[in-house]
């Protein structure tokens, strides 16, 4: 098991990479046109099921990596620089391409139910955020290790379905220019957290950089 502040460094990065105020907007602009009730089976739905595809990836990612012969440092590096790009957007207050594409959210608008596809996959549980939890998976070992961390996405999961039932508010609220600020900060956290993945990574496919 890891420390405690390595934990509360974990939920940390797992809340700053789905970033849920972050999609927001999102969530506002397909459901503008759905009743009430609609609209909460919605964000139910879209934090249910981002949950359950974290989950499975947190107990079966390093499966699938050692299936295609992928080292944990090569994904590490990978990974890191996948992050770091969808940092770079968040600095800039935009949504990564690597969560949504412009194609994907107009064919949104046409969907009857967009709470998996496009909001729980990719919009929060992203190639960024799958990534992240098979790192954090692999930082320790232990049923522990992985009864913390499940606890910590599913809290992040109800922070969500909070989040976007409240969404009406939070924008009233904030503003466009409060959101951004927001997402800015949870940019840098990532930036930083994308780092210490490459970092790592490098240091263990090339152990002369840990000297």
């Known amino acids: ?20 105020l972050g999609a927001l907007p999102m969530y506002l602009s397909l459901t503008q046109h759905h009743s009430e009730t609609d609209k909460k089976y919605v964000a139910l739905t879209a934090a249910k099921g981002a949950t359950v595809i974290l989950l499975v990836t947190l107990f079966f990612g390093e499966m699938i990596l050692n299936f295609f012969g992928i080292s944990v440092n090569s994904f590490r590096v990978g990974g890191g620089i996948l992050i770091l790009l969808m940092a770079i957007s968040m600095l800039h207050a935009q949504t990564s391409g690597a969560k949504n594409t412009e194609a994907e959210r107009l064919e949104a608008t046409k969907r009857e139910s967009i709470a998996i596809v496009p909001l729980a996959m990719p919009m929060l549980a992203g190639p960024g955020a799958i990534s992240s939890i098979i790192l954090y998976g692999n930082r320790a070992e232990g049923w522990q290790h992985y009864l913390i961390v499940s606890a910590e996405i599913i809290v992040v999961g109800i922070i969500l379905a909070i989040l976007m039932r409240l969404s009406g508010k939070i924008a009233g609220k904030l503003g466009q220019t409060g959101m951004n600020i927001i997402t800015r900060v949870m940019g840098l956290i990532l930036a930083a957290i994308s780092i ?16």
């Open 196 to 211: 210490e993945f490459i970092s790592l990574g490098l240091k263990g496919l090339f152990p002369v950089l840990a000297r």
């Open 1 to 20: 098991m890891l420390e405690i502040q390595d934990y509360l460094k974990i939920f940390i990065g797992i809340l700053a990479i789905l970033n849920p």
